[in-house]
């Protein structure tokens, strides 16, 4: 099976340079055009099976229009939402600095701790992460493909899982908006095809 991994176009917050986690903005004008680019691009690539998304409004607006282009209803699922980012919500980087240090060092020094205060365990994260995207492998066709439309962190947690990476130090991976990625999972030893692909937000509708 390939694993069609699409971060969420543009949302309003992203414009604005603020931590979302479990906040829901919607898309921005810039997101939703990012959205049918992607789209676009999607429907020459080939069919896709299924299409599952995070219910934040960002990724389901997001799979909304790709599932209108590809004629696919969108399995929303909890378990897909971002981390939860706690007291950092709605902070900008300044913000993170000038409230928060501790964490703001623990960032530079590329690790996930200390704990953000009131956010979600990254273990926990990536525990629930790692169980519906097993549940979307095993549900679907092994030689189909599947579209998964999500958040940077929660794919950063997968992978991790994936390769084996400590999800404590600070993800060696990158998920722009409305990026793709593949993932093959045809056999026992899962492998990144395709990684923070956009040359689609190049082209024109």
């Known amino acids: 099976m390939e694993l069609l991994l699409i971060r969420h176009g543009e949302s309003t917050w992203n414009a604005e340079g603020r931590i979302q986690g479990w906040a829901?903005?919607?898309?921005?004008?810039?997101?939703?055009?990012?959205?049918?680019?992607?789209?676009?691009?999607?429907?020459g690539d080939g069919k896709i099976g299924a299409l599952h998304a995070s219910p934040s409004r960002r990724a389901a607006e997001t799979a909304g229009i790709i599932g209108q282009e590809m004629k696919l209803v969108t399995r929303l699922d909890e378990r897909l939402r971002e981390g939860g980012s706690g007291e950092l919500t709605g902070l900008t980087v300044k913000g993170v600095q000038e409230q928060f240090p501790e964490v703001w060092q623990s960032w530079r020094e590329g690790t996930l701790r200390p704990v953000i205060p009131g956010g979600e365990d990254i273990e926990a994260l990536q525990r629930r992460v790692a169980e519906v995207m097993g549940e979307i492998v095993a549900a679907h066709d092994p030689d189909g493909?599947?579209?998964?439309?999500?958040?940077?962190?929660?794919?950063?947690?997968?992978l991790a899982h994936l390769v084996g990476l400590d999800i404590h130090r600070t993800s060696p991976f990158?998920?722009?908006?409305?990026?793709?990625?593949?993932?093959?999972?045809?056999?026992?030893?899962?492998r990144i095809v395709t990684l923070n692909d956009t040359c689609h937000l190049h082209e024109t509708i």
């Open 24 to 43: 829901d903005p919607p898309l921005s004008e810039r997101g939703h055009t990012q959205a049918q680019l992607l789209a676009h691009r999607l429907s």
């Open 145 to 158: 493909r599947v579209a998964v439309v999500s958040h940077g962190g929660t794919f950063c947690a997968y």
């Open 174 to 190: 990158r998920f722009d908006n409305a990026s793709l990625s593949i993932v093959s999972v045809r056999d026992a030893r899962p």
